[in-house]
């Protein structure tokens, strides 16, 4: 059962040329010529309820924009949503009490209160029950760990326990829907692990999720689905195994040679990196050639004191994905 789909969105703006030079300048304060961006063009797609679905895209792809028309920030300039029945710009009061959002950039919490404080105003705006806010108060302090922290002042928390305190103001009504944005953005590697692990927990008890990051390590931990949006269009909308294949069966295998090897290519696979005279990295697609075939010739051709092979990891399958979109 799809919990979002949207069909032939667009999000169009209007901005004006100006010139660089003096005259062109003073030109612009008189008439200016409008130029439409297509922020958002004519994307189509499906997120089934109870998954982790990563949208991702590099800066300027149009995936912003498009978290923002889901959440109903934004107002489409053409095609549909819906989101569990709702259109959520249209109808934003009654939708927004079933959605949650953090934003790793912006803070729900009040700068110089306790974040209990915070969540208590958020009891009173999401008019939450007694019973039902000290119950989900209660277990989500527990899985984040911050029993003691949500009772010091936000401006003395540290940013993991900030974030940590983000999740449980947006999560306290419990909303079908979450939006992450950046969600794990300048945190220590304990805190993202943390926050991965309650994200995975609140996932298996039927919450949804949609995570917009740049940390592909969260999308590989995490997502079920992925969709990626460049130029503002949509292009890849699958699985993560699946885009994981897109580029073939390739593998990366690292080498530590006995002497410095000055080519280009080994065994018919490319050199890829260089990370000193004697340690380098190969791309080997075993659709064509099987690894153990390369692997049997490799010592025909260089001399290795160590090896490894992993595979094809996920910012190089992205980058490329970027390179090959229009």
Excluded at 116 to 133: L, R
Excluded at 175 to 204: C, H, S, W, Y
Excluded at 317 to 325: C, D, E, F, G, Q
Aim: glycine share 8%; hydrophobic share 40%.
């Amino acid at each position: 059962m799809a919990a979002i789909t949207v069909e032939n969105l667009v999000k169009t703006y209007t901005t004006y040329k100006r010139g660089s030079g003096f005259f062109e300048t003073l030109k612009s304060f008189v008439k200016r010529d409008p130029v439409t961006v297509r922020a958002v063009d004519d994307i189509s797609f499906k997120i089934e309820k109870g998954i982790i679905c990563g949208i991702l895209g590099p800066n300027g792809a149009g995936k912003s924009t498009t978290i923002k028309m889901l959440c109903g920030a934004l107002y489409p300039s053409g095609g549909k949503i819906d989101v569990m029945g709702y259109f959520p710009a249209k109808d934003r009061i009654k939708y927004v009490r079933k959605i949650g959002a953090v934003f790793g950039q912006r803070s729900q919490l009040i700068w110089d209160i306790q974040p209990i404080d915070s969540f208590a105003m958020n009891k009173a705006i999401y008019g939450i029950k007694d019973s039902d806010y000290k119950k989900r108060l209660d277990e989500l302090t527990e899985l984040f760990d911050v029993a003691e922290v949500i009772h010091k002042p936000t401006r003395v928390l540290s940013l993991g326990e900030r974030m940590k305190c983000e999740f449980i103001m947006a999560m306290l009504h419990s909303p079908d829907i979450v939006f992450l944005d950046e969600p794990t953005i300048g945190l220590d590697v304990i805190a993202k692990a943390k926050i991965r692990e309650v994200v995975g927990k609140m996932n298996q008890s039927g919450t949804t999720f949609i995570l917009t990051t740049h940390d592909l390590e969260d999308v590989e931990q995490l997502a079920d689905h992925v969709i990626i949006i460049n130029h503002g269009k949509k292009v890849f909308d699958d699985t993560l195994p699946h885009l994981k294949s897109t580029l073939g069966n390739k593998k990366i295998i690292k080498l530590t040679l006995s002497k410095p090897y000055n080519g280009e290519i080994i065994n018919g696979a490319n050199i890829i990196q260089r990370e000193s005279d004697l340690d380098i990295s190969l791309e080997v697609d075993t659709e064509k050639q099987g690894i153990n075939e390369f692997l049997n010739n490799l010592s025909n051709f260089v001399e290795f004191t160590d090896i490894s092979i992993k595979e094809l990891p996920m910012d190089m399958i992205i980058t490329r994905i970027y390179s090959k979109s229009p």
